[in-house]
T-cell receptor, first 116, second 113 residues
């Protein structure tokens, strides 16, 4: 079974620009979560999408947004980029079982974003 | 406020010996704990998990121990191998926060031949 894929792997943007990152989950997984990883803050949860709806949200400003398509693929958008947005953006997929079920998230390789 | 803490940023052990990575948490509502391993330029790879109804879970060379009263868990790797050299992250979740994973900052493990 193919793993989680993310595109692009590397990206360089300048301040003020916007960027869209893409994530394709493992086949059959309906939940996609996004994380930002920086050296000082570790992995910070951005949001989770399930069945094309945002199910959970972290504490990031509205410049960070996402969406999920009917095939469970997800995109993350960051508008008006700031230098501090430079980070590794990770996507993780899981089955998305309901009822607070304990399940494991599987990660993609990440997109390394550098904002100049 | 760091709800999941990995107080050792790095750890170095000899090949063949035991590696013990520690993790503390503050939220008593956490009921599911996971360990992930991360190599440079790759996403985290799931290693092992434990539910709060257990105090031990074993998978090959990897064993996770959970002490709920101390709000502490540890990952034991026996025997350690050079390929185990990576950053290890502890993460926790609970149904009350919709299973949002809360992460520690990681411990960098170096296994020396």
């Amino acid at each position: 079974k193919a793993g989680v894929t993310q595109t692009p792997r590397y990206l360089i943007k300048t301040r003020g620009q916007q960027v869209t990152l893409s994530c394709s989950p493992i086949s059959g997984h309906r939940s996609v979560s996004w994380y930002q990883q920086t050296p000082g803050q570790g992995l910070q949860f951005l949001f989770e999408y399930f069945s094309e709806t945002q199910r959970n949200k972290g504490n990031f400003p509205g410049r960070f947004s996402g969406r999920q398509f009917s095939n469970s693929r997800s995109e993350m958008n960051v508008s008006t980029l700031e230098l501090g947005d430079s980070a590794l953006y990770l996507c993780a997929s899981s089955l998305g079982l309901r009822g607070g079920s304990q399940e494991t998230q599987y990660f993609g390789p990440g997109t390394r974003l550098l904002v100049l | 406020d760091q709800q999941v803490k990995q107080n050792s940023p790095s750890l170095s052990v000899q090949e063949g010996r035991i590696s013990i990575l520690n993790c503390d948490y503050t939220n008593s509502m956490f009921d599911y704990f996971l360990w992930y391993k991360k190599y440079p330029a790759e996403g985290p790879t799931f290693l092992i998990s434990i539910s709060s109804i257990k105090d031990k879970n074993e998978d090959g060379r990897f064993t996770v121990f959970l002490n709920k009263s101390a709000k502490h868990l540890s990952l034991h790797i026996v025997p350690s191998q050079p390929g185990d050299s990576a950053v290890y992250f502890c993460a926790a979740s609970n149904a009350g926060n919709n299973r949002k994973l809360i992460w520690g900052l990681g411990t960098s493990l170096a296994v020396n031949p």
